[in-house]
């Protein structure tokens, strides 16, 4: 029913975790978790399901293919599934799927790694990778999709933010969306 803040752990089973008003889980220093093949499911009123904060870092792999991290069906009420304020996610493995708000969103000069896994949208109006105020993203592999009404794969907003790709897939599969879209 809970997440490790800091350290390196391996997923032995899927997690359900339900948050309350206001964050969810933050992130303290450094966490690398191996998803292997496991599901973690935040649901509840948080603002933010997993916050990285400024000097920290999260990284997610998935030893075993086929894991995740979601906010399940219906999560209007978790507004951005990873937020990094200032801190760096890096992507190796395995799936983030948001479906409601934004699934990964990296401001104020925070720093984003994909290198393989998969960022997913499936919310209306939400975004699956927004990068914002000076914050700089890295795409080597995996996939980005929005499979939102009127979404965004990619959204990159105010003049220092940079999203540089260089291997992977940025995709749309809805009318009225985009699949990248630059502010």
Do not use: C, W
């Amino acid at each position: 029913t809970s997440m490790p803040t800091s350290g390196t752990y391996r997923l032995t089973t899927d997690v359900n975790i339900t948050t309350t008003f206001g964050n969810g889980v933050v992130i303290r220093d450094n966490l690398v978790l191996d998803l292997n093949g496991h599901t973690v499911t935040i649901t509840g009123g948080a603002f933010d399901a997993i916050t990285v904060r400024s000097g920290d870092s999260l990284t997610i792999e998935d030893s075993s293919g086929g894991g995740k991290i979601t906010n399940g069906s219906g999560a209007s009420s978790v507004n951005t599934l990873v937020y990094a304020n200032g801190g760096s996610v890096t992507l190796k493995g395995g799936a983030l799927e948001s479906s409601g708000g934004n699934t990964l969103y990296v401001n104020a000069g925070g720093s984003g790694t994909i290198s393989g896994g998969s960022i997913l949208n499936t919310a209306n109006n939400g975004y699956a990778l927004y990068v914002n105020s000076g914050s700089t993203v890295e795409m080597t592999g995996g996939e980005i999709q929005n499979n939102g009404k009127g979404g965004y794969g990619v959204f990159v907003n105010s003049d220092n933010s940079s999203f540089d790709m260089d291997g992977g897939s940025v995709t749309n599969t809805v009318n009225g969306a985009d699949a990248l879209y630059i502010n």
